[in-house]
T-cell receptor, first 117, second 112 residues
Framework: AQKVTQAQTEISVVEKEDVTLDCVYE???????LFWYKQPPSGELVFLIR??????QNEISGRYSWNFQKSTSSFNFTITASQVVDSAVYFC??????????????FGKGTRLHILP | DAGITQSPRHKVTETGTPVTLRCHQT?????MYWYRQDPGHGLRLIHY???????DKGEVSDGYSVSRSKTEDFLLTLESATSSQTSVYFC???????????FGPGTRLTVT
């Protein structure tokens, strides 16, 4: 069965520090997708990234970077030089792709990140 | 912005009453989803749809039903609302070959 674990319930860091949000997943499939979403205090869910299971290259987008390691079933998210606007709840998610149909996405419980000025 | 709207955005209702939430999309996407978000649980899938009249249950489907008679609309119905269904409900769609999932703005439902 699919499972996503975000062990860090809440993290607080001072602005400009780097911070890493952990995500560990479980799946029986060899083909799957991993996602990160941001939910700011305003409540909307913002898509950040999708990776498929065949692409283990790390990705960088501005101050954001993602480290995908199949060997440890992890898909960690790092914010470099954090800013107050990064304060949000961040969700990691997993989807298995089976029988050619879109499969449901399973979310972790989220990590609440506080960036202190 | 993937053209997703939800209505109503806020609703307070009494236990035992039926409630229908609407998700509307403007870009003809095939796959649509309903999630609920509760503290300590993250987002949990209620129901999803692969197309018109083609739906399936998610992990927390008890007490909910859905309908999709048109591509653009995905309705979530609480047949007889209970206090445990107080939650924020999000609709989502899957876009394109990159399988990116985008969410609507959410509906905050309170069952008293």
């Amino acid at each position: 069965a699919q499972k996503v674990t975000q062990a860090q319930t809440e993290i607080s860091v001072v602005e400009k520090e780097d911070v890493t949000l952990d995500c560990v997943y479980e799946t029986r499939d060899t083909t799957y997708y991993l996602f990160w979403y941001k939910q700011p205090p305003s409540g909307e869910l913002v898509f950040l990234i999708r990776r498929n299971s065949f692409d283990e290259q790390n990705e960088i987008s501005g101050r954001y970077s993602w480290n995908f390691q199949k060997s440890t079933s992890s898909f960690n998210f790092t914010i470099t030089a954090s800013q107050v606007v990064d304060s949000a709840v961040y969700f990691c998610a997993l989807s298995e792709v089976t029988r050619g149909r879109d499969d449901k996405i399973i979310f972790g419980k989220g990590t609440r990140l506080h960036i202190l000025p | 912005d993937a053209g997703i709207t939800q209505s109503p955005r806020h609703k307070v209702t009494e236990t035992g009453t039926p409630v229908t939430l609407r998700c509307h999309q403007t870009e003809n996407h095939r796959y649509m989803y309903w999630y609920r978000q509760d503290p300590g649980h993250g987002l949990r899938l209620i129901h999803y749809s692969y197309g018109v009249k083609d739906t399936d249950k998610g992990e927390v489907s008890d007490g909910y039903s859905v309908s999709r008679s048109k591509t653009e609309d995905f309705l979530l119905t609480l047949e007889s609302a209970t206090s445990s269904q107080t939650s924020v409900y999000f609709c989502a769609i899957t876009v394109g070959a990159d399988y990116e999932q985008y969410f609507g703005p959410g509906t905050r439902l309170t069952v008293t």
